[in-house]
Nanobody
């Protein structure tokens, strides 16, 4: 069973918006820090955004800052990625990640920080 389940991906025209959601499969654990990464074929997976358990610490990669917003609803154990003003270069498979135990109060942009991953959801931005 995949630890995290993403939803909300799809095909969208450039300039439009999408919202991704992610939560633990079957409520198997309560996540601490959560994050989104993305990957295109032939390239390494890259960090997109992360959020701490409290929501006070949010990190973004430079290319999405000001366009994407990460948020979470701890009552639902769900993290969201609101993606506005989408660009062609945002096309990728988006992966949700989480920590299942407390490490620090902050989020991280490192893949190694996260121990639970989703299967990914495709986001395709067309012209």
């Amino acid at each position: 069973q995949v630890p995290l389940v993403e939803s909300g991906g799809g095909l969208v025209q450039a300039g439009n918006s999408l919202r991704l959601s992610c939560s633990p499969s079957g409520g198997t654990f309560s996540p601490y820090a959560m994050a989104w990464f993305r990957q295109v074929p032939g390239k390494e997976r890259e960090f997109v955004a992360a959020i701490s358990l409290s929501g006070d610490n949010r990190l973004y990669t430079d290319s999405v800052r000001g366009r994407f917003t990460i948020s979470r609803d701890n009552a639902k154990n769900t993290v969201y990625l609101q993606m506005n003003s989408l660009k062609l270069e945002d096309t990728a498979v988006y992966y949700c990640a989480a920590t299942a135990a407390f490490i620090t109060r902050n989020a991280s942009d490192s893949e190694q920080y996260y121990t639970r991953w989703g299967q990914g959801t495709q986001v395709t931005v067309s012209s």
